[in-house]
T-cell receptor, first 114, second 111 residues
Framework: KAGVTQTPRYLIKTRGQQVTLSCSPISGHRSVSWYQQTPGQGLQFLFEYFSETQRNKGNFPGRFSGRQFSNSRSEMNVSTLELGDSALYLC?????????????FGPGTRLTVT | GEDVEQSLFLSVREGDSSVINCTYTDSSSTYLYWYKQEPGAGLQLLTYIFSNMDMKQDQRLTVLLNKKDKHLSLRIADTQTGDSAIYFCAVFSGGYNKLIFGAGTRLAVHP
């Protein structure tokens, strides 16, 4: 079974631009969660989608948004990029059910904002 | 709010056992996880334990949970150089699929 895939793997953007990252979950998984990893703040939860609905959201500004498609693939968008948005963005895939406790992560997208 | 704490660094000799510790504050956490991250990679799920368990063993990995003290540990037996990585403790927080992570423990294995 293929794992979680994220595209692109690396991105370089300029302050003020916007960016869209993509995540394809494991086949059959309906939940996708997004995390930001930085040296200073560590791993922080952004949001979670299940069946095209956002079920949970972390403490990030409105510049960070996401969506999920009917095939469970998810995208996250960051608008008006700031230098502090430079990070590794990880998505996690799970069945999304109450007793589905295993979350599998993709390799991440490394975003650099200059 | 929820908090997860880990020591930042551990150095062990190849062949010895490694013990990585973690404490957490959210007593309602139902699932507790250990993830491994190698340089330039994502997070690899190593193992997890339900909050109603005290111990879980999986090959070279042993997880111990002390709910009273909110303490979780990961023991790696016969540690190898390939075990060198950052290990993250994470707890399932109230709400859908939200994990709270510790800062990670960097494990260095030397000959």
């Amino acid at each position: 079974k293929a794992g979680v895939t994220q595209t692109p793997r690396y991105l370089i953007k300029t302050r003020g631009q916007q960016v869209t990252l993509s995540c394809s979950p494991i086949s059959g998984h309906r939940s996708v969660s997004w995390y930001q990893q930085t040296p200073g703040q560590g791993l922080q939860f952004l949001f979670e989608y299940f069946s095209e609905t956002q079920r949970n959201k972390g403490n990030f500004p409105g510049r960070f948004s996401g969506r999920q498609f009917s095939n469970s693939r998810s995208e996250m968008n960051v608008s008006t990029l700031e230098l502090g948005d430079s990070a590794l963005y990880l998505c996690a895939s799970s069945l999304g059910l109450q007793d589905a406790y295993e979350q599998y992560f993709g390799p991440g997208t490394r975003l650099t904002v200059t | 709010g929820e908090d997860v704490e880990q020591s930042l660094f551990l150095s062990v000799r190849e062949g010895d056992s490694s013990v990585i510790n973690c404490t957490y504050t959210d007593s309602s956490s139902t699932y507790l996880y250990w993830y491994k991250q190698e340089p330039g990679a994502g997070l690899q799920l190593l193992t997890y334990i339900f909050s109603n368990m005290d111990m879980k063993q999986d090959q070279r990995l042993t997880v111990l949970l002390n709910k009273k003290d909110k303490h979780l540990s990961l023991r790696i037996a016969d540690t190898q150089t390939g075990d060198s990585a950052i290990y993250f403790c994470a707890v399932f927080s109230g709400g859908y699929n939200k994990l709270i992570f510790g800062a990670g423990t960097r494990l260095a294995v030397h000959p």
